[in-house]
């Protein structure tokens, strides 16, 4: 099972930019679906931004499309999530999420169900 650690969480005000980073160890992560997700309080753990394995498809939810990039570097087997122009409601735990029994294909998998690795998260805190 791949191993994933995230980090570049922490505390930002409206408009300003964070890269988030996941590390991944065990496996190369070039060989699965890869996603973000974030969890607010009280809130449902929620699909932000996924690409397929190829790295070709990417998917973005609505309220951080044009703001959000999903990327890869296979040769620091990490991805990483560029988050522009954060607003207060973009504040959540951010995870990071492959799916390793996989069975080839080019698609998008939504569903955190659809995942098996999960890391262990980063905060990331905006404020007004």
């Known amino acids: 099972q791949v191993q994933l650690v995230e980090s570049g969480g922490g505390l930002v005000r409206a408009g300003d930019s964070l890269r988030l980073s996941c590390v991944a160890s065990?496996?190369?992560?070039?060989?699965?679906?890869m996603g973000w997700f974030r969890q607010a309080p009280g809130k449902e753990r929620e699909l932000v931004a996924a690409?397929?394995?190829?790295?070709?498809?990417?998917y973005y939810a609505d309220s951080v499309k044009g703001r959000f990039t999903i990327s890869r570097d296979n040769t620091k087997n990490t991805m990483y999530l560029q988050m522009n122009s954060l607003k207060p409601e973009d504040t959540a735990v951010y995870y990071c999420?492959?799916?390793?029994?996989?069975?080839?294909?080019?698609?998008?998998?939504?569903?955190?169900?659809?995942?098996?690795?999960w890391g262990q998260g980063t905060q990331v805190t905006g404020s007004s």
């Open positions: 999420t492959a799916k390793t029994i996989y069975f080839g294909g080019l698609r998008i998998y939504y569903n955190a169900n659809d995942y098996d690795s």
């Open positions: 690409m397929s394995r190829s790295g070709g498809r990417t």
């Open positions: 065990g496996h190369t992560l070039s060989t699965f679906p």
